[in-house]
Structures are given as structure tokens and as C-alpha cells.
Nanobody
Framework: QVQLVESGGGLVQAGGSLRLSCALS????????MGWFRQAPGKERETVAR????????YYADSVKGRFTISRDNAKITVYLQMNSLKPEDTAVYYC?????????WGQGTQVTVSS
């Protein structure tokens, strides 16, 4: 059974920082990419950042470029999202995603709330 364990969400003031972590537990297999998505109330889920596992290529949504940094630990099969200069519009449930051979796996989600 594949399980993605997320941690690091919480409440922070605007301008503050948070670091999200997502670790794969259970069954081990090759990873093509991991990333973070978010969903705010009344909005669709959107990609925040993504990183390929072998080459480490990254993608960021325009709204977070320059503020968020995604990184990975290959040995621990863990992905991190460092979020700086947080804004109230970053408030959402953040979901970890793992892609393996075209199949997506999701974490349970962690709430990030940024107060103004």
C-alpha cells in the first residue's frame, strides 16, 4: 500500500515562512516525479510546484515563483516545499502528489492558512 505522509502545515502571518514535507511510506517503487498541489475553498486544485526524480527538473506556478522552492531527498523518497513571503492568497489545503508510470498518488492534505 502506498502512503504519502505530509507534515508542516499551519497558521502563519503574511510574510512568514512554512516548510512542507511529504514522505513515501509503505511500498517502495521508482518515482517519476513528485509535487505539491493546492486547493482553496471554492476553487479548483492547482499545481504549485513539481520536481522530476532523476533529473531534478522543477516547475513552479507563476504565482509562487521566487517565493517557493521545491526539493527532494532521493534516498528518503521525500519532497519538501519551502514557502517564503507567504500571502493570504496562499491559504489552501496543500496536497502532495507522486507520479509513477503515469499513475498519481495523493497525500491526505495539510492546511496552510496565512493571516493578513
Amino acid at each position: 500500500q502506498v502512503q504519502l505522509v505530509e507534515s508542516g502545515g499551519g497558521l502563519v502571518q503574511a510574510g512568514g515562512s512554512l516548510r512542507l514535507s511529504c514522505a513515501l511510506s509503505g511500498r517502495t517503487f521508482s518515482v517519476d516525479a513528485m509535487g505539491w498541489f493546492r486547493q482553496a475553498p471554492g476553487k479548483e486544485r492547482e499545481t504549485v510546484a513539481r520536481i522530476t526524480w532523476r533529473g531534478g527538473s522543477t516547475y513552479y506556478a507563476d504565482s509562487v515563483k521566487g517565493r517557493f522552492t521545491i526539493s527532494r531527498d532521493n534516498a528518503k523518497i521525500t519532497v519538501y516545499l519551502q514557502m517564503n513571503s507567504l500571502k493570504p492568497e496562499d491559504t489552501a489545503v496543500y496536497y502532495c502528489n507522486l507520479n509513477n508510470l503515469g499513475r498519481d498518488y495523493w497525500g491526505q492534505g495539510t492546511q496552510v492558512t496565512v493571516s493578513s
